[in-house]
């Protein structure tokens, strides 16, 4: 009976003794202004043990993760694998309904696909009417309703079909795919009758081939475009029904189907560029590997003068990029640089013409100047912070000394991620091509163009009109797969960053609860950490990896009407979504920040998600005035290591596919968007310095709750001793807020 009064007497007056702490935490921010009148009464009452529930009891049987565990979320667990199963099955029907090469090479109205089996040796798209298209306008997504058929070559001068000439060349025709002019039973045709049954083009121009299509090439001859257009003879070029044919008609028309093939045939562009230079983007990738891996290691060893190097990096890198982008723009300024008139402008999505656009780099230069005066803010008035966030990451560092396997682990997610990705585009490429060809009716009456009606190719077309084919669709569930195709991505890959995060806490948390950090750490505490995830919380990490899919699926519906409505004058439907898409995007991260500290406590005690997810907020809530910069510190300080990675590789990069580097400009190949391929190179560095940096992240969140656990479970004296390291690097900030 007394040992029971004594231990509550002992808890009551521990109790007491953390209130009177935080009265005088509170007392000290009241006097410096950090708080409120507010805020001191609720510390004063002891409200806020009341409010976030009471600090975690001391348990000597408590050591650590705990081995005696039970499976947690097992009906989400049962959900998600049966969404797999369902993803398996779209990517087996869309593997056997769809062909990519549909996407590849361009079709004609007869659906034949240019460049492709039989008409391999006829890799161009020619087009009878170009002025169609431009009747059409934007409508023109729909398929430009002109006879289109695959040629070998583009034509290399302008012809027209006049009336009144009797000798006309009929080898100089180009006529649907099995007609020949020239030979039975079409030779004694009359050419006109030929012309006018659409059968042969009336004229065509000189053209060149872009994205696969022949596309005049008058712009480049810099033409008036209301000049009526001329044979090489000096006929005016005139449609079948006598229109003239001007350079604005031809513009207009090119145009319309550059809007309509712009992404498509810069895709193939891109595509062949990063063919080129995939070598040159592996070495990139793994010179960012080495890179992250050395910086890893030196924060091992110098941890302070490594963060601080960082930073000074980060303001001489960023400082630099904002001379030289200021630099960029005066000196296009003053070459008074104008873009190039002309088609190749529709059609390409050119990175160098922007890049020759002074305002681009003005722009570069605002935004870097930005976020330089920001960091510099930040870096003066947290200075006291980033000092004590070093003495977490030292910690951390030491957590990883003793476990360097973790340094590869982030390999095993990277990996996974690639597959889930190559296997997701795959699918998704075979999905988009599945369906049969879909032909409409066209005539050259303006609404017969507009409100076009299906048609059976096979059937003979009445006199004017023709069967064109516009796409391949005709499969009412393709749309709803790839809608599902895409949450299944976002939940595959949101599992991938859980299972990486759970695993590692583990790791982390059975170094910290060890007493003896050289003897009681398990010999693979990572394979042990991995092996407890997947087999007692699969569904823990299926139910918070959900959560973050529906928010991010919600975000994309977002991002799709936003795009929808740029051409729309309804301000406040635009500031609705706007403020909707910034509350996404806020919640989004927060519940990110919520999942990551619940998969550290599942990890450590193997409490079911929601569970955790509470227990976790409850106790970052009870130590708020200490965990809200400090650890908002440390993401901040590996975010700039992770920015210093991508920025030099970035910098190496850029120059480099430049051919601006000396003694490799032979290694690089002559690419049409330079750019594109330091795009991929940022992106991948990223991706790999994030994975590197992960492991600090992770390890300084799991010794961060750690660590506060510890101070509210023991007091450091010898009957309730803290497990925290016996460095000084803990130990400093038990009496730091």
């Known amino acids: 009976?007394?040992?029971?009064?004594?231990?509550?007497?002992?808890?009551?007056?521990?109790?007491?003794?953390?209130?009177?702490?935080?009265?005088?935490?509170?007392?000290?921010?009241?006097?410096?202004?950090?708080?409120?009148?507010?805020?001191?009464?609720?510390?004063?009452?002891?409200?806020?043990?009341?409010?976030?529930?009471?600090?975690?009891?001391?348990?000597?049987?408590?050591?650590?993760?705990?081995?005696?565990?039970?499976?947690?979320?097992?009906?989400?667990?049962?959900?998600?694998?049966?969404?797999?199963?369902?993803?398996?099955?779209?990517?087996?029907?869309?593997?056997?309904?769809?062909?990519?090469?549909?996407?590849?090479?361009?079709?004609?109205?007869?659906?034949?696909?240019?460049?492709?089996?039989?008409?391999?040796?006829?890799?161009?798209?020619?087009?009878?009417?170009?002025?169609?298209?431009?009747?059409?306008?934007?409508?023109?997504?729909?398929?430009?309703?002109?006879?289109?058929?695959?040629?070998?070559?583009?034509?290399?001068?302008?012809?027209?079909?006049?009336?009144?000439?009797?000798?006309?060349?009929?080898?100089?025709?180009?006529?649907?795919?099995?007609?020949?002019?020239?030979?039975?039973?079409?030779?004694?045709?009359?050419v006109d009758k030929l012309v006018k049954d659409q059968l042969c083009a009336a004229y065509y121009l000189e053209s060149k081939p872009i994205i696969g299509r022949c596309m005049p090439s008058i712009f480049a001859k810099a033409l008036n475009k209301v000049d009526a257009l001329k044979d090489n003879i000096g006929n005016d070029i005139k449609r079948a029904n006598g229109e003239l044919v001007t350079g604005g008609l031809i513009q207009n028309g090119t145009i319309n189907i550059a809007q309509f093939y712009k992404l498509k045939g810069t895709m193939e562009l891109l595509f062949k560029d990063v063919v080129n230079s995939a070598h040159l983007i592996v070495f990139c990738l793994l010179l960012a590997m080495v890179l992250a891996m050395v910086w890893i290691v030196l924060l091992r060893w110098i941890t302070t003068v490594m963060v601080w190097l960082t930073?000074?990096?980060?303001?001489?890198?960023?400082?630099?990029?904002?001379?030289?982008?200021?630099?960029?723009?005066?000196?296009?300024?003053?070459?008074?640089?104008?873009?190039?008139?002309?088609?190749?402008?529709e059609f390409k999505f050119d990175f160098q013409y922007f890049l020759s656009q002074s305002r681009t780099w003005l722009a570069f230069g605002c935004t870097g100047a930005t976020i330089l005066a920001i960091f510099l803010l930040i870096t003066i008035f947290l200075c006291s912070r980033i000092m004590l966030a070093t003495k977490l990451i030292s910690e951390a560092s030491v957590a990883i000394s003793h476990m360097w396997c973790v340094l590869l682990w982030p390999l095993v997610p990277f990996v996974l991620q690639i597959l889930v990705l190559a296997y997701w585009i795959s699918s998704m490429v075979y999905i988009s091509s599945m369906g049969e060809p879909e032909y409409y009716n066209a005539t050259n009456d303006v609404n017969a163009l507009l409100a076009r009606l299906p048609c059976d190719p096979s059937e003979n077309a009445t006199l004017g009109d023709f069967c064109s084919f516009v796409r391949y669709g005709g499969d009412s569930y393709k749309t709803a797969m790839l809608i599902f195709m895409v949450f299944m991505f976002f939940w595959l890959m949101n599992f991938i960053v859980a299972l990486e995060q759970m695993?590692?806490?583990?790791?982390?948390?059975?170094?910290?609860?060890?007493?003896?950090?050289?003897?009681?750490?398990?010999?693979?505490?990572?394979?042990?950490?991995?092996?407890?995830?997947?087999?007692?919380?699969?569904?823990?990490?299926?139910?918070?990896?959900?959560?973050?899919?529906?928010?991010?699926?919600?975000?994309?519906?977002?991002?799709?009407?936003?795009?929808?409505?740029?051409?729309?004058?309804?301000?406040?439907?635009?500031?609705?979504?706007?403020?909707?898409?910034?509350?996404?995007?806020?919640?989004?991260?927060?519940?990110?920040?919520?999942?990551?500290?619940?998969?550290?406590?599942?990890?450590?005690?193997?409490?079911?998600?929601?569970?955790?997810?509470?227990?976790?907020?409850?106790?970052?809530?009870?130590?708020?005035l200490r965990a809200a910069v400090l650890d908002k510190v440390c993401d901040f300080l590996m975010l700039i290591s992770k920015l210093m990675v991508t920025g030099a590789i970035a910098v190496i990069a850029f120059f480099w596919f430049q051919k601006k580097v000396p003694f490799f400009e032979k290694v690089v190949p002559e690419m049409n968007y330079f750019l594109f391929a330091v795009v991929l190179v940022v992106i991948g560095t990223y991706l790999i310095a994030d994975s590197f940096f992960d492991v600090y992240s992770i390890a300084v969140d799991t010794i961060f709750l750690c660590f506060l656990e510890d101070s509210e479970r023991n007091d450091g004296s010898a009957e309730r001793p803290y497990y925290m390291s016996k460095t000084k690097n803990l130990k400093m900030m038990i009496n730091k807020k």
């Not at 009417?129 to 001068?157: H, N, R, Y």
């Not at 890198?317 to 008139?341: D, P």
């Not at 994309?556 to 729309?568: C, D, P």
Request: hydrophobic residues 40%; proline residues 5%; charged residues 20%.
């Open 1 to 190: 009976m007394s040992n029971t009064s004594t231990s509550v007497d002992g808890d009551i007056h521990l109790r007491r003794l953390n209130v009177e702490e935080e009265k005088k935490l509170v007392a000290e921010k009241f006097k410096e202004g950090a708080v409120d009148d507010g805020a001191d009464a609720d510390f004063t009452d002891g409200r806020i043990l009341k409010e976030y529930g009471e600090p975690i009891k001391y348990d000597p049987s408590f050591k650590g993760p705990i081995n005696n565990r039970s499976c947690t979320d097992i009906i989400c667990c049962i959900i998600f694998i049966i969404f797999l199963m369902g993803m398996a099955v779209v990517s087996i029907v869309g593997y056997a309904r769809g062909d990519p090469i549909r996407l590849i090479y361009p079709t004609d109205s007869h659906g034949n696909i240019c460049g492709y089996g039989k008409y391999s040796d006829k890799p161009y798209l020619f087009f009878f009417d170009l002025v169609t298209c431009a009747k059409l306008g934007p409508a023109v997504v729909t398929g430009c309703p002109t006879p289109q058929v695959c040629v070998k070559e583009c034509p290399s001068s302008n012809f027209v079909y006049v009336h009144s000439v009797q000798n006309v060349n009929r080898s100089e025709l180009i006529c649907k795919i099995d007609i020949d002019p020239t030979k039975a039973p079409y030779k004694d045709v009359p």
């Open 311 to 345: 930073i000074f990096l980060f303001i001489g890198l960023f400082g630099f990029g904002t001379y030289y982008s200021y630099s960029k723009y005066y000196e296009l300024k003053s070459m008074n640089v104008t873009s190039e008139y002309g088609l190749p402008e």
């Open 503 to 624: 695993t590692l806490a583990g790791a982390f948390a059975s170094y910290y609860w060890a007493w003896d950090k050289n003897k009681d750490i398990p010999t693979f505490p990572l394979w042990s950490s991995f092996y407890r995830s997947l087999r007692y919380h699969m569904g823990s990490l299926a139910f918070g990896s959900l959560i973050i899919a529906i928010i991010q699926m919600i975000r994309a519906f977002l991002e799709y009407v936003n795009r929808k409505l740029k051409g729309s004058e309804n301000k406040v439907a635009k500031f609705i979504l706007t403020c909707l898409r910034c509350c996404f995007w806020c919640l989004e991260k927060f519940l990110r920040y919520i999942n990551k500290n619940a998969y550290i406590l599942i990890a450590i005690h193997g409490r079911n998600f929601c569970t955790a997810a509470k227990d976790g907020f409850l106790l970052i809530m009870r130590n708020v």
